[in-house]
């Protein structure tokens, strides 16, 4: 027995003595860091001081330096309430010049072009009707009370596009936009790196109206290109972007303002200094550019006619019948609806700032006489000299 309990004693004495060495062993290690030891995947903003961040937490900490995180974030964001599609009139092309307009369905019935009442002669003419009709086969459109036109002149034309940008809950924390796949010549692909010095495309392909972030911008060759992913690059070509910015443009008082970026071929929505709504536009081609500058609505019709021509030929000239949703900001200027337009994101416009049906609705029905609109061209390529531009158009 007291074999045994001095056995227990020299047992106990050397586990007090080993605890302090480890002890001291361990705080020696906070103070004395191996490199050779690395650290478990994860975001390191600051030296852990006991691990050396290399390997798969370079990389973690590398995105998340770019505000890459896994899983990836959404934006704050929502495609708006699709009803704002609808109109409530039916749409045709008118396909042929000098075409007639008969004051009754029975002069329009003999066809004789002579009884016309008025013709419409524009080269770019589209007109609205609400009723059409079949008499022995043939299709007729009445497009005003008493006027009708026969379905030689006119191709009817289905559901406007139903493009729709988003909504925001809040700001997003980064550049994003609509990747843009009738711009580019080839199927819209990612690259593992920026640049086509290096074949490395990655195989995933995007369509047209993807919605992508865009993290990073690098300049490689002779155009920008942009981080949408980990280790996946799109030319800066192929997408429209929106660059957030809750910082009132110089002028505007208050705190909601419109942004046209005719670079991008984007607007953006503010409210309360926060993103609320953006999506992609057509505006004004040259020599008919929209014009950059600080302007103001100043009058909102649901719908409106339009037409004009500025060449001394008119061969440029328009006729549009019941133009939706039409914000009116500088002379003959406005935003509002193109049912004509079946692709966004480049200019065509003869200075208006052109959008889908729904997100002119949109924005209808959320902006106010009086709200500022804030046109620029990042690029500077949009001249400012106002003897370059007349009172404007559709």
């Known amino acids: 027995m007291k074999r045994i309990l001095l056995v227990l004693t020299f047992s106990l004495a050397a586990c007090l003595a080993v605890i302090p060495l480890r002890l001291a062993a361990a705080a020696g290690s906070k103070t004395q860091p191996s490199s050779s030891v690395l ?35 959404d934006l704050p964001a929502t495609p708006p309430d699709p009803a704002l599609t609808y109109v409530d009139v039916n749409y045709g092309l008118v396909r042929t010049r000098n075409a007639p307009v008969f004051g009754s369905l029975e002069d329009a019935l ?10 419409i002669d524009s080269p770019f003419s589209y007109i609205s009707y609400k009723e059409d009709t079949v ?12 006027n009708w036109m026969t379905a030689n002149d006119i191709s009817r034309i289905g559901h406007p596009p139903l493009f729709q940008g988003l909504t925001f809950t809040r700001t997003p924390e980064h550049a994003f936009g609509w990747v843009l796949t009738y711009l580019s010549a080839d199927p819209v692909q990612t690259k593992r790196t920026p640049g086509y010095e290096v074949d490395d495309y990655t195989g995933h392909i995007l369509n047209n109206h993807d919605i992508v972030q865009v993290y990073a911008v690098e300049h490689v060759g002779n155009s920008d290109w942009y981080m949408i992913g980990p280790d996946e690059w799109l030319p800066q070509n ?11 443009p110089k002028g505007v008082t208050g705190d909601r303002w419109i942004e046209v970026n005719l670079f991008e071929q984007t607007i953006s929505v503010y409210d309360h200094r926060q ?62 609806g193109a049912y004509w337009r079946t692709q966004l994101g480049f200019p065509q416009s003869h200075g208006c700032v052109n959008l889908s049906v729904g997100d002119a609705h949109w924005l209808f029905n959320w902006a106010n006489e009086g709200d500022w609109v804030y046109v620029w061209d990042p690029s500077g390529k949009t001249p400012v000299d106002p003897s370059l531009y007349s009172a404007g158009g559709a």
Not at 318 to 332: I, Q, R, S
């Open 39 to 73: 650290c478990l995947p994860g975001i390191y903003m600051q030296d852990p001081g006991d691990c050396t961040p290399a390997g798969p937490s370079a990389y973690l900490t590398q995105m998340a330096n770019l505000g890459i995180t896994f899983p990836l974030t």
């Open 135 to 146: 008499v022995d086969g043939k299709r007729f459109y009445q497009i005003a009370p008493g």
């Open 275 to 336: 993103l609320v709504f953006a999506t992609l536009i057509a505006s004004g081609i040259e020599p008919f550019w929209t014009r950059p500058g600080l302007f103001q609505i100043y009058q909102k019709l649901t719908t409106t006619p339009m037409r004009g021509s500025f060449e001394a030929d008119h061969s440029d000239a328009y006729y549009l019948e019941d133009v939706p949703w039409t914000m009116y900001f500088d002379e003959a200027r406005a935003l509002h």
């Open 238 to 248: 192929v997408v429209a972007r929106v660059i957030p910015n809750t910082t009132p």
């Open 110 to 119: 003999k066809g004789n072009k002579k009884d016309a009442v008025s013709r």
